[in-house]
């Protein structure tokens, strides 16, 4: 079968920074998205990796690795503005997107 | 339009009820997804439009729902006789392809209550 696994729930402090990580087996692979969704809010679409590697935008960062079916987001100098929900999203061999469940970040003063 | 639109954004029908959810995707955009997101869990893949022809529906109920991509007109998702289990936020995407690489933009979704 097909499974997405990430952390249910985080938290960080306001200018640290925070990693979470996704792992997932599926049937083929077409590459991995990064969405933010804000509570009540649709997702936004953050990152795409297709092959291993960081790919580096601003303040977010995310890393594929195909071999061991593993990604993280990283995100740096942490803002109240970015609790929200994150969500890996894997597309597979007929580029269907196999959804996570989402890991709530909490960000504390 | 540059924005995906969705419709109504609340809807609420008692069991037995028809729903029916409308969405215009962003101009130029050829590919449509629906999803379903239950009590902020992850999102259930329903089906795909490339254009008005069916991309995809491995993830559509077989019965009680259908959709449609016509020309000219938003999309639409309809579900005959509601249950309770269909209330969810109902989520339309869409993209410039169904391929790797390109991202889906979504729209606000529609909440559906189903009493």
């Known amino acids: 079968g097909q499974n997405i696994d990430q952390p249910t729930e985080m938290t960080a402090t306001e200018g640290a920074i925070v990693q979470i990580n996704c792992t997932y087996q599926?049937?083929?692979?077409?590459?991995l998205f990064w969405y933010q969704q804000h509570a009540g809010e649709a997702p936004t679409f953050l990152s795409y990796?297709?092959l291993d590697g960081l790919e580096e935008k601003g303040r977010f960062s995310s890393f594929l690795s195909r071999s061991k079916g593993y990604s993280y987001l990283l995100l740096k100098e942490l803002q109240m503005k970015d609790s929200a929900s994150y969500l890996c999203?894997?597309?597979?061999?007929?580029?269907?997107?196999?959804w996570g469940a989402g890991t709530k970040l909490i960000i504390k003063p | 339009g540059e924005e995906v639109a969705q419709t109504p954004k609340h809807l609420v029908r008692g069991e037995g009820q028809k729903a029916k959810l409308y969405c215009a995707p962003i101009?130029?955009?050829?590919?449509v997804f629906w999803y379903q997101q239950v009590l902020k869990n992850e999102f259930k893949f329903l089906i795909s439009?490339?254009?008005?022809?069916?991309?995809?529906e491995t993830g559509m109920p077989k019965e009680r729902f259908s959709a449609k991509c016509l020309p000219n007109s938003p999309c639409s998702l309809e579900i005959q006789a509601t249950k309770l289990e269909d209330s969810a936020v109902y989520f339309c995407?869409?993209?410039?392809?169904?391929?790797?690489?390109?991202?889906?933009?979504f729209g606000p979704g529609t909440r559906l209550t189903v009493t």
């Open positions: 990796n297709v």
């Open positions: 439009f490339q254009n008005e022809n069916v991309f995809d």
């Open positions: 995407a869409s993209s410039q392809s169904a391929e790797g690489g390109y991202e889906q933009y």
């Open positions: 599926t049937s083929g692979f077409n590459g």
């Open positions: 101009k130029g955009h050829s590919y």
């Open positions: 999203a894997v597309q597979d061999s007929n580029y269907q997107l196999i």
